[in-house]
């Protein structure tokens, strides 16, 4: 094996890999059309879904090449019947980014807007399903990537099936670090990029979601083609390929991954991204830095810190100290607080995050002089 340097990521994604992923993606040449190529991506369809439990009969799974706005785009394009809308609960970047994909393709929606800093209020969101019974999907991020704040989303596909609505949820950056169970959480449509939980490569996207709705948006108004999902759900089932190119490499690294991800186990691949955030909070808090969103709500996967209180914090000076040696810190998604993101995502471990505080305190006092 050949020696590749470790980088610690502390962005959200794409994610610190093994060795033994990136290796995955040295394979001889192949057409992606050989049989062969068509059998590995049936058994990486089937094994997404056994990351949420989802069950084969009722649910199933649908790449596409692309980062992981590709599945947002997909879902919102493909599943508003006509003459219905779509309910976006807002509490953050990654949500307005799905009010955007409504805007640019004149889609009918409501974009209920609350605090970036709190969880949305259900009986907020119960009341405008009350008031707007021509509502036929609703939409909210799990993870809110922006702050960190985790989202509940087994309540809110609750309040959603009560009014006959269907549930997406943008699960990019919980899915396969958070037990997701797309059954007890309510939880119709899901979706993430290989590079995020699954601590794979960039460039394979996948939409899970139910079989009957898919078939059912056949019928919908077409805004896509490129992205359309029943489109490409039809491919996959007639002919078990992706419509257009896949991305073939980044295939044969989601599937070693996945190997990976299922030998580590649901749940200690949890404790383990818990204990790297705990770590993260322990090492802001001997540092006295503080953090913009409250504890309780967070994921335990991103953590927004505060710049420090000093005139001379630099936050690129910081970076390209800690980046120079190996560790990845990411600007914050916050308009209205001046903050940067520490992650516990990918292949990484408390012990790193010890080191990174190492370098970042170093970074601090020379960058501060
Ligand atoms: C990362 C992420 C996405 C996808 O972002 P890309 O840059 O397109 O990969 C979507 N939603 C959430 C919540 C994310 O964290």
Not at 28 to 36: A, F, M, N, T, V
Request: with cysteine.
């Amino acid at each position: 094996m050949v020696n590749i340097k470790r980088n610690v990521l502390l962005n959200p994604g794409p994610a610190t890999t093994t060795d033994s992923v990136k290796m995955a993606q040295v394979v001889p040449d192949i057409c992606p059309r050989e049989k062969e190529f068509a059998k590995l991506m049936k058994g990486l369809r089937s094994d997404l879904l056994k990351v949420v439990h989802a069950p084969e009969d009722e649910y199933t799974s649908v790449l596409f090449c692309g980062s992981g706005t590709i599945n947002i785009d997909v879902c919102i394009n493909s599943l508003v019947p006509a003459d219905k809308k779509i309910l976006i609960v807002n509490n953050g970047a990654y949500n307005t980014r799905a009010v955007e994909i409504c805007k640019m393709y004149h889609i009918p929606h409501i974009d209920l807007k609350f605090s970036v800093y709190e969880r949305p209020d259900l009986a907020v969101v119960e009341t405008a399903m009350n008031e707007n019974p021509d509502v036929a999907v609703v939409y909210c991020c799990h993870h809110e990537t922006g702050t960190g704040i985790l989202n509940p989303i087994r309540e809110i596909g609750e309040i959603a099936h009560r009014y006959g609505a269907i549930f997406i949820s943008d699960t990019t950056s919980s899915l396969g670090m958070i037990p997701l169970d797309v059954v007890k959480d309510n939880v119709d449509f899901c979706m993430a990029s290989a590079q995020k939980g699954l601590q794979a490569m960039s460039g394979l996207s996948f939409v899970i979601g139910r079989t009957d709705l898919i078939k059912a948006s056949k019928d919908y108004p077409t805004r896509s083609y490129y992205c359309n999902l029943y489109m490409q759900y039809e491919c996959f089932e007639k002919t078990g390929e992706m419509h257009f190119t896949p991305p073939v490499q980044t295939i044969y690294a989601t599937l070693q991954a996945l190997k990976e991800y299922f030998e580590e186990g649901e749940e200690a691949k949890f404790a383990r991204h818990r204990a790297v955030y705990e770590t993260i909070h322990e090492g802001l808090d001997r540092l006295g830095l503080e953090t913009a969103i409250d504890r309780g709500i967070e994921s335990g996967l991103v953590v927004s810190v505060k710049y420090p209180d000093d005139p001379r914090w630099d936050f690129e000076k910081v970076h390209d100290y800690c980046y120079e040696r190996g560790f990845t810190i990411y600007p914050g998604k916050i308009s209205t607080t001046d903050t940067f993101r520490l992650c516990a995502l990918g292949k990484i471990y408390p012990e790193d995050i010890n080191d990174f505080f190492k370098v970042f305190e170093e970074a601090l006092n020379v960058c501060l002089s």
